[in-house]
């Protein structure tokens, strides 16, 4: 391959190195610019030269300002720049922007489950919830015993889920923070996908009982501490398991429209293509799903901070966009008393990748939110319910994004560069790579290459499209992801900005 970068924005005075196996001192492009070192894949090379306090520009905008002159063909690394300040939070347009209305986009439909609850799920799970993490180890023996012993009776059902996590006691339960993930792990009981009806494990004695878990709702409670040994508890949970499974066993998938559904997006393990490839196909897709009449969630809020000018003139209406700018104050009042900001994010992977600082990560993470209006904004611990696309406040970290995310989604999409094998077990993940090169070194774990974008072998559009029709596919069970192929799990992780005690 001749030596090839790419350039976002036509104001940019950095580009991205494309050869896989990055471009040696002296090498030569097409433009006539030399590299004047080796630069490595993925990473910035100096379109002209800077002197010294030069902004450095990538995606028309400025990443940070170089500490010393710079030669055209150098690699730009973060050593080099200082780190901006963050966008004023007082200062930003208020839906200023007055997008033109999409054309909508009728006709595609997916084969899903609709529940009592008025919901849509895209499996079939028998799910059993926690109340608190002590009774964790037995709930997942119950699980394994289930499907050993019972589950192959019932074949209609895709499979048992133990909503575990590390919630529930030795918290300041009545802390305002506590709502958060409260609230996160009571959706996510409540969960399309399990129908909307848990079987729920209690210990008996903690904090989060099941009536503070799940309030208005009568679920069916094993309480650990009523039943005589832990052999009696297993046999009672595979009992009332037996009688959830006769029951979903009935259901069959039906067509529905693409608007029910609701898929939360997110990067892990991003790289300088993340903003060039997978993160600009899956906004593609956003914009497709959103005119279909369906909801799309972006998160991650250190990951939109320094793009955030970029969002609010994109808002519905000034109250929207004051919400918008409403989490992102929460959110650096949070890193503030735990004395950080958002230039914690930024990863030893990231930096590998070719990003210089979470500037720069930032602008490249917002892509994935398309081009459209932003119809509602949601605090941590809401469930969505809106239509559209929506911010919905979460952390950036994979784990924590994700266990919020699915309080409200029935799929999820995952962009990586550096490569992750990041799950779910309640939804579908789909694996989005920025480079080819990562979706030949991982072909069963990415579901979708992106990589082909930056060699000009395909366009965003086309991209977009396929990851359109992927994932109308995996909604209705005729593909499964390779998360899902490999039953690769990640534990649910609830934010809790609240006190432990």
Known sequence: MNPLYVKVHSNDNVAIIVNPEGVPAGAKFACGLTAAEAVPPSHKI?????????????????????LDDVEAGRW??????TLPSAPPLNLLPLATRRLPQPEPLTGYTFEGYRNA?????TRNLLGITTTVQCVAPTVDYAVRKIEAEILPKYPNVD?????????GCGVAIDAPGARIPIATLGHISRHANIAGDPLVVSLGCEKMQPNRLLPFFEPNVIRLQDNRGFAATVASICEQAEKRLIE???RRRETIPASELNVGVQCGGSDAFSGVTCNPAVGYFA???VRAGGTVMFSEVTEVRDAIHLLTPRCADEETARKLIAEMQWYDEYLGRGSADRAANTTPGNKRGGLANIVEKALGSVAKAGHGTIHHVATHGEKVTAKGLVFAATPASDFICGTQQLASMNLHIFTTGEGSPYGLAMVPVAKVSSRTALAEKWPDLIDVNAGTIATGEKTIEDVGWELFHYMLDVASGRKKTWAETWRLHNSLAPFNPGPVT
Do not use: F, W
């Open 159 to 167: 499979g048992v889920v133990a909503i575990t996590h590390t919630y």
């Open 76 to 81: 730009v690394r973060e050593d080099m720049l």
């Open 46 to 66: 100096t379109l002209t030269a800077l002197a010294l306090g030069a902004p450095v520009i990538r995606y028309g905008e400025v990443i940070g300002h170089v």
């Open 287 to 289: 914009d497709l799903l």
């Open 117 to 121: 609850d008025g919901s849509v799920g």
């Open 248 to 250: 979903l066993n009935k």
